[in-house]
């Protein structure tokens, strides 16, 4: 579903992504681990297309997304759910009208089934009573928690989470990882998580790589990274 | 030391190129007709309410003082009459336009450079374009369109209240007959002293609605940055109007006098 081959990508003659290459199959949960500023957020801008980069090529579906100007890239997100980091809800908006505001610009959903429909992915996320709140009223939890409903509720098959759970205590980001990996099984969407928790990313992840200075150091299975025996893998473990 | 204020030159000049662009896309979704109604109704009522007392307090001071200056002048050569003169033509060419568009970048201008600079900085703007909606479209266009709907009505509301202003010192302080001063008035105001001073007023809407948009939408640097970048705005915007009001008045007398 999504391909990636010989990605680079510098900013002011600084590297940040070297000849990344790799994929990801339908419906699996690809974790991107990596240090602070190893380049895990310009990779999913790029899966995006919020970013171009300077060389190689991106296939989202099959059709490459590097060359297709502003306007066409504007369709194709349609079919992607993005997870910010602090949310990026509209603070001027409410819980619903954030959920609601993708679906009232994509879809000729009637009010009602509007109403249904954020209801209920709101119930999923456990926000069934926050839909009238604004997100200053909300904890950092409870705001990413709002994000990826918003992030989903157009029924995404591609869904990016970057640093789902930064800023969360541990028993919030074990709450917020079961959260993607739930939605994602329930939905069928290929995901990929750009993350350094490493404890969520072993457990909710189908594959993992790692990157150290806009490289893929290690590739494979949760299992894999566990196994390994390269030092930094080890250190980034532990 | 060269080479350093050529790179200034450089990025100067794409700056304006940007600037431009950005206009240009405004102004291609409002020649497609793809315009949010529900939006554009929202920020009317925001930008309109949010600027008419104090448009309507600094108006009629603005008439009085005139009409105070005018009278102490033009009873030396025993013309007080044509203090209603002074007041309406100053008013309605020069001043409530030039006067109201400053108001207006000051509230409803650094309003805007302030809201879309905050949604820069906290990746609002970012996820409208991740969610498939252009920003320019769902937050930008609705706002201009307001200014250039709200600015014009601003203006006329400007010129009637300091006119108010003028016949209230005209009237009481210089003792000029009540029917006389509108008499005056009705008779020192023509279309085309209305239409000039009208038209200005269409471009000062564009230039600060642009101008604060354009520094809002592409602020960085967090909370400084959004200070920072409002600021800008409401001094850029200044200084624009400023001097297109200049190019403005030549090129309007030059062809209606």
């Not at chain 2, 080479?3 to 200034?8: I, Q, R, T």
Request: proline share 3%; charged share 20%; with cysteine.
């Amino acid at each position: 579903m999504i391909e990636v081959e010989h990605l680079s990508k510098s900013f002011n003659g600084q590297p940040v992504l070297e000849d990344l290459s790799f994929s990801i199959s339908d419906g699996e949960i690809l974790v991107i681990l990596g240090e602070s500023g190893s380049g895990k957020s310009v990779l999913l801008k790029h899966l995006i297309g919020i970013l171009k980069p300077d060389q190689g090529t991106i296939r989202v579906n099959g059709k490459d997304i590097v060359p297709l100007p502003e306007r066409k890239l504007l369709g194709i997100r349609r079919d992607i759910g993005y997870l910010f980091q602090d949310g990026a809800l509209y603070d001027f908006m409410t819980v619903y009208e954030n959920v609601a505001f993708p679906l009232k610009e994509h879809t000729a959903l009637k009010r009602r089934e509007t109403v249904e429909k954020v209801t209920k992915i709101l119930t999923q996320v456990g926000l069934a009573g926050a839909l009238a709140k604004y997100p200053a009223e909300l904890s950092g939890g409870m705001r990413k928690r709002a994000a990826l409903a918003r992030a989903v509720i157009l029924d995404s098959k591609i869904l990016l989470c970057d640093e789902p759970t930064s800023g969360l205590d541990p028993i919030k980001s074990r709450e917020i990882s079961n959260l993607i990996h739930g939605l994602c099984r329930d939905l069928k969407c290929t995901t990929v998580v750009a993350s350094h928790d490493m404890e969520n990313s072993l457990r909710i992840a189908d594959r993992m790589i790692l990157l150290r200075k806009g490289r893929i150091v290690a590739r494979g299975t949760p299992d894999d990274m566990k196994s390994s025996q390269d030092a930094f893998i080890q250190e980034f473990l532990t | 030391m060269i080479l350093k204020s050529l790179n200034k030159l450089y990025e100067f000049l794409i700056e304006i190129g940007n600037a431009l662009f950005f206009l240009g896309e405004v102004f291609a979704y409002i020649l497609t007709g793809r315009v949010r109604w529900g939006e554009l109704l929202k920020q009317i009522y925001e930008q309109g309410i949010q600027s008419i007392v104090i448009v309507g307090m600094t108006s009629f001071a603005c008439g009085a003082v005139l009409a105070l200056q005018g009278y102490v002048m033009l009873n030396r050569f025993g013309t007080k009459e044509y203090v209603a003169h002074l007041v309406v033509l100053s008013l309605v060419r020069e001043l409530s336009p030039v006067f109201t568009s400053f108001i207006f970048s000051g509230k409803a201008g650094a309003r805007m450079a302030a809201e879309l600079g905050t949604m820069n900085v906290n990746d609002q703007i970012l996820a409208t374009r991740t969610m498939g909606v252009d920003p320019v479209a769902y937050l930008v266009l609705p706002r201009m369109l307001a200014s250039m709907a709200v600015l014009p009505v601003l203006v006329v509301f400007s010129e009637v209240i300091g006119i108010a202003g003028g016949y209230m010192i005209g009237v009481m302080d210089a003792n000029i007959p009540s029917s006389t001063y509108i008499h005056q008035t009705l008779r020192a105001v023509h279309f085309v002293d209305f239409f000039s001073g009208f038209i200005k007023t269409v471009f000062f809407a564009v230039i600060v609605s642009w101008v604060c948009c354009y520094q809002g939408y592409r602020t960085t640097g967090g909370s400084l940055g959004v200070g920072r970048y409002t600021t800008r705005a409401v001094a850029y915007s200044y200084m624009f109007v400023v001097l297109s009001n200049t190019v403005l008045t030549k090129i309007i007398l030059a062809f209606w006098g």
